[in-house]
């Protein structure tokens, strides 16, 4: 089992990567391999919404030049997917949701089933909002979210510092725990009973 965790920040250090580390740390001690992708700083696209990835059947951005479609190209190889990112007013950083908005419009079928979890870092408010608005994308695609034993928050402001977040820290741990748990019961056979889902009937109302 393989846990893909996209680390949200520029900063490939700092308290989101300590935080996701933390993660990572516990879910190898269960057996589970883990890798942290970092969103970098280069720039990135917003979605358009030009429906190329779904006209063309592509499962991927028609736009190439960014880091989206090298997140969406492991998508295939993972079981289970934690996103972390720092709290920018009160919001993630933008350039992940502008990601990951583009990533799951396109290839959220390589997605559903596969358990999730966010992670938000902030250096003193703002982190239960940046952790509702990134949870709300994957509720829209079927994939489970696993909780821990408060939000997945941790605090910090200079590189390393939430590493001093005692409950965040553990927190993290948790997350990991009940995420291996998790994978280990969906995992348990070789053919998982999974939800048989109805024809999507997207009601618009305007006519």
Sequence with gaps: MKVLLINGSARCEGNTFTALSQVASQLEKHGI??????????PVRGCIACGQCMTRELRRCAFD???????????????????????????????LLAVMQRALFSASAKLENKPVASVA???????????????????????PQVTSQYWNIAYGREPGEASQDAEGMQTMRTLA???????????????????????????????
């Design 33 to 42: 391999e883990t890798e942290i992708m970092q969103l970098g700083n280069k």
């Design 65 to 95: 030049d960014d880091v989206c479609n090298r997140i969406v190209e492991k998508f295939d190889a993972i079981d289970a997917l934690i996103v972390g990112s720092p709290v920018y007013y009160g919001q993630p950083n933008g350039a």
């Design 121 to 143: 870092i902030c250096r003193r408010g703002g982190a239960t909002s940046a952790f509702q608005t990134m949870n709300m994308m994957f509720q829209m695609v079927n994939m």
């Design 177 to 207: 725990d009940n995420m291996a748990w998790l994978l280990k019961k969906i995992h348990a056979g070789n053919n998982p009973d999974y939800p048989q889902r109805e024809p999507w009937q997207p009601t618009h109302f305007i006519r």
